[in-house]
C-alpha cells in the first residue's frame, strides 16, 4: 500500500449515488500503478434494483444483510444472501435488486482506476431472439384472439 493517507467522503463519485444509498467508507492509493482502492457500504431497498451498470476494476463484494439477485451479463443470476462473497471482473454489466426481506446491505471493495468514476450506467443485455420472438409472438396472438373475442360480442 502507499504511504499516502486515506481519505473517505460520504458518497462515492458514482452513477449509483444518485439511486442508492452508497457510504464511502475509505479511499487509497493502490501499490497497483495508476489504481486505487475504495471501499463502499451500499443499501438497496426492497424491489430497487441498482440498474445495469460497470466499474472501471475489480469489485470485491460482501453480503452483509438482505437477499440480492446479481444478475451479471452473459452467466446465470446468482442469488446471494447476507454472509456470501462476490467478485465482479472489470467492466462487466450487472445489475443487483434487493428480494428482500429487508433492506440489501453490501460492502464492496474497488480496485480501479485513478481518476473514473466509480460506476457508469450501461445498457443491460440485449434480450436474446429466441426470448424475444416467443415473446412477441405470445403478445401477438394473445391480441389477436382478445381483438376477435371482443368483436364477436359486438352487435
Known sequence: MSSSPMTS???????????????????????????????????????VE??????PGEEVGYILAGTVEMMIQGQPTLTLHA??????????????LDVGPETGQMLSTYIVEAGQPLATFVDGPPVPPAVASACCSWS??????????AMAGMP
Do not use: C, Y
Not at 487509497?28 to 471501499?39: F, K, L
Not at 456470501?84 to 445489475?95: E, Q, S, Y
Open 9 to 47: 467522503s460520504p458518497q462515492p463519485n458514482d452513477a449509483l449515488a444518485a439511486k442508492l444509498k452508497r457510504t464511502e467508507l475509505q479511499r487509497s492509493a493502490s501499490s497497483i500503478a495508476g489504481r486505487q482502492i475504495v471501499q463502499v457500504l451500499t443499501e438497496i431497498p426492497v424491489g
Open 50 to 55: 441498482s440498474g445495469w451498470h460497470i466499474h
Open 83 to 96: 454472509g456470501d462473497p462476490f467478485l465482479m471482473p472489470p467492466r462487466t454489466p450487472h445489475n443487483a
Open 140 to 149: 401477438w396472438s394473445f391480441m389477436m384472439s382478445s381483438l376477435v373475442s
